[in-house]
DNA sequence: GTTGAGCGTT
C-alpha cells in the first residue's frame, strides 16, 4: 500500500512576507505625471487615465509667464490600485507625441505641514 | 511655433 508518508511537507517559508507593506514609495491614489507634452490638457489625460480606473481629479501645473503647460501634472485616482494599475500600464508610453513619467506623488498639500497655528510669543516680548 | 527634468494652484 502507500506506505504512511510519516514527513509531512508542511513546512511553510514564511519568506512570503513584508512584500507591499513596504512604503518604500508613497504609493497613494494620487499619481505624477510627467513628461508630458506642453500641449496636453486636463481632459486629454483624464480621458487617458479614467480607462484604467476612476479618475476623481486632474490637475496639470501652468506656468503664468508662458501660459503653457509645465509639462507634468497630477491625476488622482479613486483606489490606489487603479493608480497603480494605469501607473504601471502608461508609465513609459507615448502620450500625444512624448513618453510619459509617472510616479506616485508626494503628498503635498497647499499650505504643507501643519506650521503649529500657536503664536509662541514670549512673555518678555512686549511691544 | 523655441527648451524637456521634475513633485502642486497655474
Given at each position: 500500500?502507500?506506505?504512511?508518508f510519516?514527513?509531512?511537507?508542511?513546512?511553510?517559508?514564511?519568506?512570503?512576507?513584508?512584500?507591499?507593506?513596504?512604503?518604500?514609495?508613497?504609493?497613494?491614489?494620487k499619481?505624477?505625471?510627467?513628461?508630458?507634452?506642453?500641449?496636453?490638457?486636463?481632459?486629454?489625460?483624464?480621458?487617458?487615465?479614467?480607462?484604467?480606473?476612476?479618475?476623481?481629479?486632474?490637475?496639470?501645473?501652468?506656468?503664468?509667464?508662458?501660459?503653457?503647460?509645465?509639462?507634468?501634472?497630477?491625476?488622482?485616482?479613486?483606489?490606489?490600485?487603479?493608480?497603480?494599475?494605469?501607473?504601471?500600464?502608461?508609465?513609459?508610453?507615448?502620450?500625444?507625441?512624448?513618453?510619459?513619467r509617472?510616479?506616485?506623488?508626494?503628498?503635498?498639500?497647499?499650505?504643507?505641514?501643519?506650521?503649529?497655528?500657536?503664536?509662541?510669543?514670549?512673555?518678555?516680548?512686549?511691544?
Amino acid at each position: 500500500m502507500f506506505g504512511s508518508f510519516g514527513r509531512i511537507l508542511l513546512v511553510r517559508p514564511a519568506a512570503i512576507s513584508l512584500r507591499h507593506f513596504c512604503a518604500a514609495s508613497p504609493s497613494n491614489s494620487k499619481l505624477f505625471v510627467g513628461g508630458l507634452s506642453w500641449s496636453v490638457d486636463e481632459k486629454s489625460l483624464h480621458d487617458a487615465f479614467s480607462s484604467f480606473g476612476e479618475v476623481t481629479e486632474v490637475r496639470i501645473m501652468y506656468d503664468k509667464g508662458s501660459g503653457r503647460s509645465r509639462g507634468f501634472g497630477f491625476v488622482h485616482f479613486a483606489t490606489d490600485y487603479e493608480a497603480k494599475c494605469a501607473k504601471d500600464a502608461m508609465d513609459g508610453k507615448a502620450f500625444l507625441g512624448r513618453p510619459l513619467r509617472i510616479s506616485f506623488a508626494l503628498e503635498k498639500v497647499r499650505g504643507g505641514p501643519v506650521v503649529v497655528p500657536r503664536l509662541a510669543t514670549p512673555m518678555d516680548s512686549r511691544s
